[in-house]
Every structure is written in structure tokens, then in C-alpha cells.
């Protein structure tokens, strides 16, 4: 057996997340169903088909698989290429799709595609670039009149109660309220919706209509509001997108297993009826959320950010160095 490189040792941990991410999405049923009905709706023998960010190739095999007159998919990741490739064949449909490997705002059309497919929705989204994408593949590769899929897309958001959210070590009697401030600043998703009740109707932060629009927004101060009848209960403002992937047909994340909410950590207000605000900066360097509170007894605006724990955990590091180990002669 020949030695490992770092090469291969990168390849093997790439290969650790892909391969389950892609089967999760193979397994999640609503998903695929709500697509696959979009895909019937607009493909017929005529269409030529293009599906940017392809993954494991299923949206391109299952528009071959409805006859379409061409399917194109565009992958960015080496370790699918392969992966889409043998599932063609699988599906018997390799010799009627044209599998590139590139980044699709690098790529140069050789003709225009009556449909553009892309399901670079992320939990928050808009983090996977679907507006850049879909803003390129308008002006380069969308036929006149033709279709993308999808239509709009959403960021959702709804104040909640996040249950369990004590950080007492269970077990062993000491305190750890360091690491439970830290964590007030850090956003993380969660697969178990079960221990999220929303408090309110959800509000839409940014709506994006993908056939429209033409330019990309800055992703920040987006903002939504709710009247509660007691504030104290909100410990998180959960994040989650929708999306029309074509007219009647609409997909909610929430509703999915592959997609997985994204919370925001609020540390709970006292008791009361009130307005709380909430408004968020989705940029990638500068993410932070604020949070207001209005009600006849208190008012108070409350800030979080990983920028903050970032910079604490370097102050404390530097205040109180720790020795380093030394290697022996």
C-alpha cells in the first residue's frame, strides 16, 4: 500500500462530509418531490437544460429522464464530477447530459438553455450565492422567455424559545457560565426542531424575486418585528428559508430534513408584553444580530457577534499566557 500524502489525507476528510451531506439530500423526500414536480412542469421535448451546482447530478438525470432536448450541469467540486457521472449511467441517461467541472461564473456557454436550475439555497438562504448565480445565468445562459427555478427566495425568521439551553454541566458540581456567555455570541444550526417553539408569526428579513432582480443586496440591517404578549420567553431568533421554485409550487426549509434552521442566541428579557425587534447583519466578516426590546415596563437593545468571542478568548489568552510545552534535547 503506497504512503499517504497530505493530498490524499485532505481528499479523505472532503470525502467525510460530501458523501453523507449528498445522501441526506438524497433522502429528503419533500425536497425532492417539490423539485422534481417543478422540473415536470416546464420540461418537454424541446427544452435544453442547465443545472448549476449540480452535486450528485440529480436534477440534470431527472431532466434527461423527461426528455429534455439537452441537460447541462455545471459542478465546482472535483469529488462529485464522478459521482454525477456513474449516477447518469445508473439511470441510463449518461450519453444526454454534458457534465462540466467549473465554477458556472467562469464557464462560457456554448448556446442558451430554455431552463436554469440552481439549488444553492443555504439555511440562511442567500449564503450559497443563489443571486450571484442566478444574476450571471440570467445574462449568459437564459434563452429569451426562458425559466429558473427558483422563482424567489426568502430569509425567514421567528423569535422562539429554545428548550434545554441550560449549560450547567450535568454530573459534575461546577460553574460554566464562561463558555454560556461565549456561546450567546455564536449562530449554529440545529437538525432537532423539536426543541424550538415559535413564539410568533415568522416575518420575511430579505425577499429575493430571482427574476428580477439586479443586483446583489448588502445583506445587512435586514429587520423584523413582533408584538408578544411576554418577552421573557424568547431565548433565540431562529433562521429558515422559503422559496417559489416555480408558480403554486413553494418550498419551505423548515418542512425538510436536509435544511436545518439557524439560531441566534438572545439572553431572555424580564417579563412583560411588548415589541421585540430584531435585525440582522448577514455578511460573512461583519455577521452580528441586535436585539430591541419596547414595552411598558423596560427597554433595552442587546448586540451579538462571534466577533466577540473571537476577541475575548485572544484578550484572555494574552492577559494570562500559558507555558509552553518544551521539547526534551
Not at 13 to 27: F, G, K, N, S, V
Request: aromatic residues 6%.
Amino acid at each position: 500500500m503506497r504512503n499517504v500524502t497530505d493530498e490524499d489525507a485532505q481528499f479523505f476528510a472532503h470525502l467525510q462530509h460530501i458523501i453523507p451531506y449528498h445522501l441526506t439530500l438524497l433522502r429528503d423526500e419533500a425536497r425532492n418531490k417539490l423539485f422534481c414536480r417543478a422540473l415536470e412542469e416546464v420540461v418537454t421535448g424541446d427544452t435544453r437544460v442547465l443545472d448549476i451546482g449540480s452535486g450528485s447530478g440529480v436534477w440534470a438525470i431527472m431532466a434527461a429522464k423527461l426528455g429534455a432536448k439537452s441537460v447541462t450541469a455545471i459542478e465546482g467540486d472535483s469529488a462529485l464530477i464522478p459521482v454525477s457521472r456513474s449516477h447518469a449511467r445508473e439511470n441510463g441517461v449518461a450519453d444526454k447530459i454534458e457534465i462540466i467541472h467549473g465554477n458556472s461564473l467562469e464557464v462560457k456557454p456554448r448556446h442558451k438553455f430554455d431552463v436554469v436550475i440552481s439549488e444553492t439555497i443555504g439555511n440562511q438562504a442567500f449564503e450559497e450565492g443563489i443571486i450571484a448565480t442566478m444574476l450571471d445565468a440570467r445574462k449568459r445562459f437564459l434563452a429569451r422567455g426562458g425559466i429558473i427555478i427558483p422563482e424567489t427566495v426568502s430569509l425567514m425568521s421567528a423569535p422562539a424559545h429554545l428548550a434545554d439551553e441550560e449549560t450547567t454541566p450535568l454530573g459534575v458540581p461546577i460553574v460554566a457560565d464562561y463558555i454560556r456567555n461565549l456561546a450567546l455570541n455564536v449562530h449554529f444550526k440545529t437538525s432537532d426542531k423539536s426543541k424550538l417553539r415559535l413564539l410568533a408569526e415568522p416575518v420575511a428579513l430579505l425577499d429575493a424575486d430571482l427574476r428580477k432582480i439586479s443586483s446583489e443586496p448588502a445583506y445587512n440591517g435586514l429587520t423584523g418585528k413582533w408584538q408578544l404578549e411576554d418577552i421573557s420567553r424568547v431565548n433565540a431568533v431562529v433562521l429558515w428559508a422559503r422559496s417559489r421554485l416555480i408558480d403554486a409550487i413553494d418550498l419551505d426549509t423548515w418542512d425538510t430534513t436536509n435544511w436545518s434552521p439557524v439560531v441566534c442566541k438572545v439572553e431572555p428579557f424580564p417579563a412583560g408584553r411588548g415589541e421585540l425587534e430584531f435585525e440582522l447583519n448577514l455578511n460573512s466578516k461583519q455577521y452580528h444580530w441586535t436585539v430591541r426590546v419596547t414595552s411598558s415596563t423596560n427597554g433595552a437593545t442587546r448586540s451579538y457577534t462571534p466577533m466577540f468571542a473571537y476577541a475575548k478568548l485572544k484578550f484572555d489568552a494574552a492577559r494570562e499566557p500559558v507555558k509552553q510545552a518544551t521539547s526534551k534535547s
